[in-house]
């Protein structure tokens, strides 16, 4: 099957500035994520979809950052304005398997992008 | 909330060496344990996973065991090669759809 795409692979711009990415995960999995990481550091989730609905943006910067997923496929993350501090790689992954309860051996897989590596000036 | 801390790197060992990247975590209930690798250029991949307490996660020569009474999840491989070197990251996620959350990552370089 094929893997989870992402575009562009790297973006350099100035702080103030506006920037989009976007993720076409595995077809027929409906959990998306996207996270940063920054340099030096493991990934962090930034937010998280099932289908088109947001499961956790807790951690999400809503004040610069904003994330949709219409109709359940494909997904775009938006910086507007760039701060410096947002330079880092952003990582899209998505999942496929079925939920289960406590006790029950039913996680799956996260299959992650390669990653967009944002450089902000 | 949910955690994960790894020993700190960078590590460097020559090839043929025995290897092992401490991973501990906390955790509510019962979280799956991951080992994600990045080599230079690449994506995260997944390594190897275990999802129960006492069970055995292995790939390509590596292992690791989740052990709850330590809430470990170390990483081991009996003989590195130059093609090992790499970041790896020592992860966990409830059950269901719900997020990982990672270590800070060990860079690991093999010499020759």
């Known amino acids: 099957e094929a893997g989870v795409a992402q575009s562009p692979r790297y973006k350099i711009i100035e702080k103030r500035q506006s920037v989009a990415f976007w993720c076409n995960p595995i077809?027929?999995?409906?959990?998306l994520y996207w996270y940063q990481q920054i340099l030096g550091q493991g990934p962090k989730l930034l937010i998280q979809?099932?289908?088109?609905?947001?499961?956790?943006d807790s951690q999400l910067p809503k004040d610069r950052f904003s994330a949709e997923r219409l109709k359940g496929v494909d997904s775009t993350l938006k910086i507007q304005p760039a701060k410096l501090e947002d330079s880092a790689v952003y990582l899209c992954?998505?999942?496929?398997?079925?939920?289960?309860?406590?006790?029950?051996?039913?996680?799956?897989?996260?299959?992650f992008g390669p990653g967009t590596r944002l450089t902000v000036l | 909330g949910n955690s994960v801390t790894q020993m700190e790197g960078p590590v460097t060992l020559s090839e043929e060496a025995f290897l092992t990247i401490n991973c501990t975590y906390t955790?509510?209930?019962?979280?799956?344990l991951f080992w994600y690798v990045q080599y230079p250029g690449e994506g995260l991949q997944l390594l190897l996973k275990?999802?129960?307490?006492?069970d055995k996660g292995s790939n390509k020569g590596f292992e690791a065991t989740y052990r709850k009474e330590t809430t470990s999840f170390h990483l081991e491989k009996g003989s590195v090669q130059v093609s090992d070197s790499a970041v790896y990251f020592c992860?966990?996620?409830?059950?269901?759809?719900?997020?990982?959350?990672f270590g800070q990552g060990t860079r690991l370089t093999i010499n020759p």
């Open positions: 955790a509510t209930g019962y979280p799956s």
């Open positions: 275990a999802t129960k307490a006492d």
């Open positions: 979809f099932q289908n088109n609905g947001v499961v956790d």
């Open positions: 992860a966990l996620s409830g059950r269901g759809a719900q997020k990982l959350v």
């Open positions: 992954a998505c999942w496929g398997g079925v939920g289960g309860q406590q006790g029950h051996e039913t996680t799956d897989t996260q299959y």
């Open positions: 077809s027929g999995h409906a959990t």
